[in-house]
């Protein structure tokens, strides 16, 4: 594949199709500015703010972009929140939709097929891959990203953090649990 | 039918462990950070849009056997030569043989946060009322259509509800066709475990998806 890429690049950049600058800045972008950093301010924000919690249960694009995030594959971002009864999943069976802006790019296992065609019909075993069980009385509700909305999980948080600050608190909260395959990581884990 | 999705993968027999991943870990050879790049910058000229992209690299023949980067390029190639802005002789050579199709908007540096920053909108201004309400059953459309479409299988002839009611949007079966934007209303709909998977499924689980009206019948 590395010729094949090279090889394509080559003539596109002949053709003037391209601009071999911008193909840096894209990827620095995904490299350092725009990743899951960002939907764990998201979280934390919401987990200590209760106003700013109902805005972004309510109009999570806009609660979102208060915070600076938006645009490429989170034009529109619904926040789905997790409580005791009910756990959200997110999924893209049919390509690899993911909310960009506030989780950067999609890891591996999110656009492979065991967990594009596993997810929505036995999302416990998806969910034992990943070493999480929920209690049998849980309900999952599983959010199939079929069109260009995007969904962003807010999970709960965790247990003995009541004393932290919104700052220490990003740093519970993982990539999964905005997915809905983690859990956020309880205080102590963070030894 | 002739149009074949090797995509639409919800609910296959497919056992393999999904295998977690470090957070940083976002490519895994050099060339994939290329191949999101080209793919970025070549979308961002407009010559196609993504339902087009994403109906090019679904129907891919091996998609099945390929790395989600390598259905990119692939995906990126097939784009190329149908919109004839390359050829597959310029592919295989390496370099360009014909000159370059003019009035391309090429993608340039400085301009890549403020386009990464607007995105593509989806949402249009509704110009007829919604047919459907929040909490309303629907039955989705139950055959298969010829063409790409947003409706995964295993979410065909399923009774649902509606769940939320999501603004109008582009159409993406229209869309990828060519055939323009074709906005429709969109809503979250939800099913239960047992409507898509029988009986055995758990109780206390649902699957939604989100659906263009065109896709759904009100329940008789």
């Known amino acids: ?191 | 039918m002739s149009y074949r999705s090797r995509a639409d993968l919800g609910g296959q027999d497919i056992r393999d462990r999904v295998v977690p991943e470090p957070e940083g870990k976002l490519f895994h050879a050099p060339w994939e950070r290329q191949a999101l790049a080209l793919t970025l910058a070549m979308g961002a000229t407009g010559a196609w849009n993504l339902d087009t992209s994403r109906s090019a690299r679904e129907t891919l023949p091996d998609y099945g056997s390929l790395s989600y980067y390598a259905i990119w390029i692939r995906g990126l190639e097939r784009l190329l030569i149908e919109h004839g802005l390359v050829g597959p002789d310029e592919i295989a050579a390496g370099q360009m043989l014909r000159p370059a199709r003019p009035g391309l908007e090429v993608l340039h540096a400085i301009d890549v946060p403020v386009t990464l920053a607007r995105g593509a909108p989806t949402q249009r201004p509704a110009t007829v009322p919604a047919r459907f309400a929040v909490g309303e059953r629907v039955r989705t459309r139950s055959a298969a259509v010829d063409h790409h479409t947003r409706l995964p299988a295993y979410a065909r002839g399923k009774v649902g509800r509606i769940d939320q009611v999501r603004g109008v949007h582009v159409f993406a079966d229209a869309h990828a066709q060519g055939l323009g934007e074709r906005p429709q209303w969109l809503y979250t709909v939800v099913f239960s475990a047992r409507e898509l998977w029988g009986g055995d499924a758990p109780q206390r689980q649902s699957v939604s998806i989100d659906a263009w009206e065109p896709y759904l019948e009100p329940l008789a």
Request: include cysteine; hydrophobic fraction near 40%; charge should be neutral.
């Open chain 1, 1 to 191: 594949m590395d010729l094949r890429v090279r090889a394509l690049r080559t003539v596109l950049e002949q053709k003037g199709y391209i601009d071999p600058a911008a193909l840096d800045v894209l990827i620095d972008t995904y490299e350092t500015k725009i990743g899951p950093r960002n939907g764990a301010r998201v979280v934390a924000r919401a987990w200590v703010d209760a106003v700013f919690r109902s805005w972004l249960l309510q109009d999570g694009t806009a609660a979102i972009a208060s915070l600076g995030y938006g645009g490429r594959q989170g034009e529109q971002i619904v926040a789905l929140e997790n409580t005791p009864s009910v756990h959200n999943l997110v999924v893209c069976t049919l390509c690899s939709c993911y909310p960009w802006p506030v989780l950067g790019l999609p890891p591996t296992w999110y656009k492979s097929s065991a967990y594009r065609a596993r997810a929505v019909k036995d999302p416990r075993g998806v969910l034992a891959d990943f070493g999480v069980t929920l209690p049998e009385a849980t309900e999952i509700r599983i959010w199939d990203s079929t069109a260009e909305v995007r969904y962003l999980v807010i999970p709960r948080r965790p247990a003995h953090s009541e004393n932290m600050a919104e700052e220490q608190l990003v740093s519970l909260v993982t990539r999964d649990s905005m997915i809905g395959t983690g859990l956020a990581r309880a205080p102590d884990d963070m030894r």
